[in-house]
C-alpha cells in the first residue's frame, strides 16, 4: 500500500512493512533525487519505487530493529550514504556508502529538497526528526517523526527519565513547528502538528504520575 503526498517540489510515498512500519520515499520532481526514511522488513516495494529514483541518502529516524530489519537490503540497492542520529549509530553495521550528519540543525539537501535535522532524543537517546519545510507560501510542510509522535500521543518510553525527555523534546521542537505541518510517524496514520497540540495541552493540565512511563497516550488517564 502506497500513500502519497504531493508538494510541488517533491512528492512522499509510503510504505507498509515489517511490523506495520511507514518507509518514507522523498523525491524531488525535478531532479529525480530521492531519500529513503526508514528500512523496515521486507522492503521490496520501496526497493522498487527507489529503484525508479537516484537516492541521494538514507536516513534512520532511530535505532530499533523493526525499523533496520530491511537497511542492508536497502543499501544493497542503493550506493547512498546513511544518516542516523549519533548516539543511534552503533546500530549500523557493514560497509557505508558514505555517511550523513544529522546532528540538531543540520540542513541536508537533496535536489531541490532540504530537509532539517531535529534532535529528539527519548524513545532513543539518538531519535531524529526531519522536517521537510513549505516549499513555497502557503503549501504544507511536513515532518517525519519516527516513533518519537505519532497521533495521540508519544512513543514508547523506557523509564520515567526517558518519558521527560521524550516529552520535553516534543514540547520544544516539534510542538513549535507551524500547526498545518503534517506529523508522518514510523507506524500507523499521520497527524497534524496542531491536532497534536491540541492533545497535548489537555495532557499538560490533565493530573499524571511523576512516575510515569512506557505507553503513555495523552488523553489516558495517567493518574
Ligand atoms: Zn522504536
Not at 96 to 122: K, Q, W, Y
Not at 133 to 159: I, N, R, Y
Amino acid at each position: 500500500m502506497t500513500t502519497v503526498y504531493e508538494g510541488s517540489l517533491w512528492s512522499i510515498q509510503s510504505f507498509v512493512s515489517g511490523f506495520q512500519n511507514n518507509a518514507y520515499l522523498l523525491t524531488c520532481r525535478r531532479t529525480g533525487s530521492s531519500v529513503v526514511i526508514d528500512t523496515p522488513d521486507q522492503p521490496a516495494e520501496l526497493i522498487r519505487a527507489a529503484a525508479r529514483t537516484s537516492v541521494q541518502g538514507v536516513l534512520i529516524t532511530h535505532n530499533h530493529l523493526d525499523h533496520l530489519q530491511g537497511f542492508n537490503d536497502v543499501m544493497s540497492n542503493a550506493q547512498a550514504p546513511v544518516g542516523i542520529g549519533a548516539a543511534d549509530a552503533s546500530a549500523i553495521s557493514g560497509k557505508l556508502h558514505g555517511t550523513l550528519d544529522v546532528s540538531h540543525g543540520n540542513l541536508l539537501s537533496f535536489g531541490d529538497i532540504t530537509l532539517r535535522c531535529i534532535a529528539t532524543p527519548g524513545h532513543t537517546p539518538g531519535s531524529t526528526c526531519f522536517m521537510l519545510p513549505s516549499e513555497q507560501p502557503g503549501a504544507t510542510p511536513h515532518v517525519f517523526t519516527g516513533d518519537t509522535l505519532f497521533p495521540g500521543g508519544p512513543g514508547k518510553s523506557g523509564s520515567p527519565q526517558a518519558f521527560r525527555q521524550l516529552v520535553a523534546s516534543i514540547e520544544t521542537d516539534l510542538l513549535t513547528l507551524p500547526e498545518i505541518t503534517v506529523v508522518l510517524p514510523g507506524h500507523g496514520t499521520s497527524t497534524t502538528v496542531k491536532e497534536s497540540r491540541a492533545e497535548f495541552d489537555l495532557f499538560s493540565r490533565s493530573q499524571r504520575r511523576d512516575d510515569l512511563y512506557g505507553d503513555v497516550t495523552w488523553t489516558g488517564d495517567n493518574r
